[in-house]
């Protein structure tokens, strides 16, 4: 269970590494985003390589679940429980976030670019909703990849304890957040979502 849990992480963490750059890429505009999408979705939008991963995901949850109720009551220390509350956390954003996609993509016939993104969150009141449903993503993301790195790193890097490198990701997790949000909201000035949007925001 274990196992199968790291090693479709391990495939999960490649897409998103590349899908967090890509909202990072935000920051020099809704076209630079768009663009850097199209890129990327020749590696991640064909059959093979997108049933790869929407297996992966669902392995991910399944065995994910299972080891939030099996380790939630004797886990201790700030990582331990860390790593099974992010990954509750985590679980909950990947049913809906994909669940979401996979709508807008099928059933609304949308494109789901960085429009579809950014639609709740430059909307009041949606906003109050999407920013910490997002905002927790990001941060458990690196919350969860701090807390197996506290407990695979044996070593001090660059003279850093194991704590202070766990400290760093953590801290990372935050600034991404910060970042993402900037470019997604257009330095938090608002963004106007085009027309065929307006069902992702009750318009
Ligand atoms: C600010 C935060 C985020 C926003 C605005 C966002 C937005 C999006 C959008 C627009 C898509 C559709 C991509 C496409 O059509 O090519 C997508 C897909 C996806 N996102 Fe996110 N995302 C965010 C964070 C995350 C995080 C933190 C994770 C994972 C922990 C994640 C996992 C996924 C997955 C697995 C897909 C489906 C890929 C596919 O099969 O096409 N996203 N996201």
Known sequence: MKRLHYFTGLIITVFVGLHLFNHFVSIFGAEAHIHLMNKLRFI???????????????????????????????????????????????????????????????????????????????TFPMNLFFIPYYGLAVISFFG???????????????GLTVEQQSKIILINGFIATLIIFYGLTNGFSGIEIPKEFNIMIGK
């Open 44 to 122: 991640y939008r064909n059959i093979i390589v997108e049933t790869i991963l929407l297996i992966a995901v669902i392995i991910q949850i399944i065995t994910g679940l299972n080891l939030f109720f099996s380790k939630r009551k004797i886990v201790k220390g700030f990582y331990e429980k860390m790593q099974v509350w992010t990954g509750l956390y985590l679980a909950f954003f990947l049913i809906m976030h994909i669940s979401a996609v996979l709508v807008g993509r099928y059933i609304l016939n949308l494109d789901t670019n960085f429009y579809f993104g950014a639609a709740g969150l430059n």
């Open 144 to 158: 969860h990849a701090a807390a197996i790195h506290y407990h695979k790193m044996k070593k001090k890097l660059f």
